[in-house]
């Protein structure tokens, strides 16, 4: 059973230019949320999506989008990159609701991530 | 979400229990409590959660003090693959699938 995929694994960028991040959930998961984790702290959310739609958003600017295809894979877009977006990005899946209870449902599932590092 | 409060470092010998604390005074009766840890350079990984009772898996067990306010996540025998950032996290179901991560516990298993 293949876990959350995410690629590329690592990718070098300057400043200004446009980043497209992709992400595979795990078997079975439905909604894909992304975290951007900067140097020496825990992951911030940025968004998350279910049946196609950002349900829930974080404290980002809008040149951070999304977008999530039927089969439920997702892509990350960052415009007009800026050095502050160095960071490792997560992608992690949790499975449809009503499984398993509030508790159970809500447990997310992370990639390795893709290090993104803007010069 | 409940804020939670976690020490930024701890040791453990190998072999040993390690105990990681975690105060949440600000619970509410519908949040959960979850444990994730992050190995230097992978991604999250899921360890446990509960509400009030105690958990155990096969990662380790969960203490939840009878008001709620604190935990104590258990690695029973600590081994070096062990080492890693431990996060407790604090969320109802009105966070939907937002998961707030503070700075965690930078946990050191030593041989």
């Known amino acids: 059973d293949a876990g959350v995929t995410q690629s590329p694994t690592h990718l070098i960028k300057t400043r200004g230019q446009q980043v497209t991040l992709r992400c595979s959930p795990k078997s079975g998961h439905d909604t894909v949320s992304w975290y951007q984790q900067a140097l020496g702290q825990g992951p911030q959310f940025i968004f998350q999506y279910y049946e196609e739609e950002e349900r829930q958003r974080g404290n980002f600017p809008d040149r951070f989008s999304g977008h999530q295809f039927p089969n439920y894979s997702s892509e990350l877009n960052v415009n007009a990159l800026l050095l502050g977006d160095s960071a490792l990005y997560l992608c992690?899946?949790?499975?449809?609701?009503?499984?398993?209870?509030?508790?159970?449902?809500?447990?997310?599932?992370f990639g390795a991530g893709t290090r993104l590092s803007v010069l | 979400d409940a804020k939670t409060t976690q020490p930024p470092s701890m040791d453990c010998a190998e072999g040993r229990a390690a105990n990681l604390p975690c105060n949440h005074s600000?619970?509410?009766?519908?949040?959960?409590v979850y444990w994730y840890r992050q190995i230097h350079s992978q991604g999250p990984q899921y360890i446990i959660h509960?509400?009030?009772n105690n958990e155990t898996n096969e990662m380790a067990s969960l203490i939840i003090t009878e008001d709620r306010k604190s935990s104590t996540l258990i690695l029973p025998h600590a081994t070096l693959r062990d080492t890693a950032v431990y996060y407790c996290?604090?969320?109802?179901?009105?966070?939907?699938?937002?998961?707030?991560f503070g700075e965690g516990t930078q946990l050191t298993v030593n041989p």
């Open positions: 996290i604090v969320r109802g179901e009105t966070s939907g699938s937002r998961l707030t």
């Open positions: 992690a899946s949790s499975p449809p609701p009503g499984t398993g209870g509030f508790g159970s449902k809500n447990i997310q599932y």
């Open positions: 509960g509400l009030k």
């Open positions: 600000t619970i509410s009766g519908n949040e959960y």
